[in-house]
């Protein structure tokens, strides 16, 4: 969804709106059979449920203008935003008293398990452009971005990244004369890009608490623990 509003003559805010939602279930039925030489003795039922949001929010301002009819200037300034979240739960059990009893919570106690997760991340920028030509044969442009992403630590979620560019438009000189080429141009320029495609929470040290433990002997039985899963990195910058 967007929309456009002139402002002055010149001037024109846009804003964009987008978003997904992605749902997801599925489920799967194993029953009890006993087929002689094949059998099933418990029968089991797994439950999976998956949430995935996404947005997206961009506003600009633009402004278009010519000077003494030869300098076209356009200037653009803009904020954006998303976010994304994907979150998921699972369940099974076995043991049934029957096939036609399904439930979960219908199952043996002792053979149910749940599962969970999830993960999200954000960005956040800060756009301007200048776009000018001189009678359309000379060409300049500046642009500038100004990201922040959660997925660097607190002292390197933003980065600065500017770029500009020159060009000469000969095909629009008078002593241009080439029946064979409708279009010659001269550019060169220079930029720099970042990249926070590094995964989630990387930065962060992260445990696992699916995880058992057996401690002392005899009946000692496991217990529930917690494992190290990865080492942070507070340092991963853009």
């Known amino acids: ?24 279930n599925s489920n799967r039925w194993n029953p ?41 200037l356009n200037v653009l300034v803009g904020q954006t935003s998303q ?24 199952s043996n106690s002792e053979l149910r398990n749940a599962d969970g997760g999830g993960t999200r991340w954000a960005l956040a920028s800060y756009i301007g452009r200048i776009n000018y030509n001189f009678d359309s044969k000379y060409l300049f442009s500046a642009s500038v971005r100004y990201d922040g ?12 990244f500017p770029s500009f560019s020159a060009g000469w438009n000969v095909a629009e000189e008078a ?23 590094i995964g ?9 608490a699916n995880t058992e433990y057996t401690l002392g002997v005899g009946n000692g039985g496991p217990i529930p623990g917690v494992s190290l899963n990865r080492l942070g990195n ?4 853009w």
């Open 1 to 24: 969804v967007f929309g456009e509003y002139k402002i002055l003559d010149n001037r024109t805010y846009k804003i964009n709106v987008g978003s997904d939602l992605i749902l997801g």
């Open 32 to 72: 009890s059979y006993d087929r002689g030489v094949a059998n099933n003795v418990n029968a089991e039922r797994f439950n999976r449920r998956t949430e995935d949001v996404s947005w997206l929010i961009e506003n600009t301002l633009n402004y278009n203008n010519t000077f003494a009819e030869k300098h076209n």
């Open 83 to 106: 976010r994304s979240e994907y979150s998921l739960l699972s369940g099974s059990g076995q043991d049934f008293l029957n096939n036609d009893l399904r439930a979960i919570s219908l």
């Open 149 to 160: 992403s959660s997925r660097f630590g607190a002292e390197n979620k933003w980065g600065v």
């Open 175 to 197: 002593f241009f004369d080439v029946p064979w080429i409708s279009d010659l141009k001269v550019r060169g320029s220079w930029g720099q890009l970042g990249s926070d495609r």
């Open 200 to 208: 989630d929470f990387n930065y962060l040290t992260t445990f696992s």
């Open 234 to 237: 507070p340092n991963l910058r």
